[in-house]
C-alpha cells in the first residue's frame, strides 16, 4: 500500500487523569494509522527519548526521595523541551503523525490544578521548554477518579499515582476546565467499558481531522 501524503506534519496528544487507558488508546491508534499508510511516530512523556527515559525513572519510581511539585514541575518540562527537540519538531518536519502520550496540558492539569502550582508561572515554563508548540488535536480520556486509580493501582502504583485522591480530583477537574476552554482542539471521551468502543471514537475523531490535511491525488 502506497504511503499517504499529508500537507503537514500532524501533532495529536492523548490525556487523561490515571486509569484513563491513554496509553493503550494511543497505541490502538498509532497502529490504526499504520495499517491506513500513514506515516506516524509514537512517543510518550515523560521518556520519549535517553535523556527523557532517566527523567522519567526519577519522577515515577524515586521510592523514599522527596521531590517538590516545583521540582516535579522543572522535570517535566526537561523532559519536554528534549523531546521537542529531538522527536516531536523532527517529525512535524517530515510530515509525519506524530502521536504523543501526554503533553502540556498534563503539566497544567497535574502540577498546576493537582499540585497548586499558579498556572501562569506553568506557562511561562512550558512556552520557553515547547517554544510555543501545540498539538493540533487533543484526546482527553475522561474517567471517574476513584476508578480510574483502582485500574492504575492493579499493576502496581508509580510515584504519581501513589498521591492522594484529593489531588487526583483536582487533576480530573482541571482537564476538564481546559477542554471547556479549548473545545476546537481538545475532544473529550468518556471511557466506555470495554477498549475497543473507546477506540472506535478515538478514531472516528482523528480520521475527521487527518482528512483535512491529505495531499490530492
Known amino acids: 500500500m502506497a504511503k499517504k501524503n499529508l500537507r503537514k506534519g500532524i501533532f495529536i496528544t492523548f490525556e487523561g487523569p490515571e486509569g484513563s487507558g491513554k496509553s493503550t488508546q494511543s497505541k490502538l491508534l498509532y497502529e490504526c494509522l499504520k495499517k491506513r499508510a500513514y506515516t506516524c511516530i509514537h512517543t510518550r512523556e515523560p521518556g520519549g527519548t535517553e535523556a527523557g527515559e532517566h527523567i522519567r525513572r526519577i519522577l515515577l519510581h524515586s521510592d523514599g526521595i522527596h521531590i517538590s511539585d516545583l521540582t516535579e514541575l522543572f ?3 526537561a523532559n519536554r523541551s528534549q523531546i521537542v527537540e529531538e522527536v516531536i519538531k523532527p517529525g512535524l518536519a517530515g510530515n509525519k503523525v506524530v502521536i504523543c502520550d501526554r503533553f502540556s496540558d498534563a503539566t497544567v492539569a497535574y502540577q498546576g490544578y493537582g499540585g497548586q502550582i499558579p498556572l501562569e508561572k506553568i506557562r511561562l515554563i512550558d512556552k520557553a521548554a515547547t517554544k510555543s508548540l501545540k498539538p493540533d488535536l487533543t484526546i482527553l ?3 471517574d477518579t476513584a476508578t480510574g486509580l483502582k485500574r492504575a493501582k492493579k499493576k502496581g502504583a508509580d510515584r504519581m499515582e501513589a498521591k492522594t485522591i484529593a489531588y487526583h480530583r483536582r487533576v480530573r477537574q482541571g482537564y476538564l476546565k481546559l477542554a471547556r476552554k479549548e473545545p476546537h482542539r481538545i475532544k473529550v471521551i468518556k471511557v466506555r467499558e470495554h477498549v475497543k468502543d473507546t477506540q472506535k471514537e478515538v478514531q472516528r475523531i482523528v480520521l475527521n ?5 491529505k495531499r490530492p491525488r
Not at 481531522?209 to 490535511?213: E, G, L, M
Open 209 to 213: 481531522v487527518i482528512s483535512r490535511y
Open 141 to 143: 480520556l475522561d474517567v
Open 75 to 77: 522535570l517535566f518540562e
